[in-house]
Each structure stands twice: as structure tokens, then as C-alpha cells.
């Protein structure tokens, strides 16, 4: 193996793609590879995009691992369904928990 290509290997291997459920580019294309070609599919087995951001984070990078595996462009890839709330919210706020400490 070239040493350009043992690098490549590595960066692969080290590379986090889906910070949330802690996926690497290595696992992501593992999948791809054994002929899962869309977001849905790949989020069912690896748990990307259902992590605290919602896909924020990681579905547009992977979408671009399945364009560079697959030559399915990202344009035509069909993004999950995003769900509320769009961005993380404190618990807290979402049960109508008032904190004290903002009152004073
Ligand atoms: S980075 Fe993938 S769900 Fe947040």
C-alpha cells in the first residue's frame, strides 16, 4: 500500500462525520459500500441525523460520501423529513420549568 493511500486509509478511519451518535467516514462508507444509497437508509442503520442536531451536523456531508461513492449527485438525494423543533431546546423550557435564578 502507498503511503499517500495508508494516509488516506487513516483520515478515514479518524474522520467523525456524525458527531451526535459518534459515526466515522470509515463506518459511513463501510455502508455505502455494502449498497445503501440514500440518507433514510443509512440513518436506519447507523443512527445518523437522529442525534441532539437532527441531521444538522452530518447529513450534508454524508450525502456528499454517498456522491463520491455512488456518483448519485446531492441534488437529487432525498433528505429526512426534519421533525420539531428545528434546533435543540433546554428540557426545562419544552415542560414550562421557570428557573429562579432568571427571576432575580
Ligand atoms: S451530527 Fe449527526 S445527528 Fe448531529
New binding site residues.
Partial sequence: MKKSSRRQKNRQDDVV?????E?TEAEVRAVIRAGYHSLEEIKRIL?????????????KVIARLIEEETGIPVASQKFPTARPPLKPLPLGLLAGYKNEQEDR
Fill in positions: 462525520v456524525c458527531r451526535c451518535e459515526v443512527r445518523t441525523g437522529m442525534g441532539h442536531c437532527g441531521g444538522r451536523g452530518c447529513l
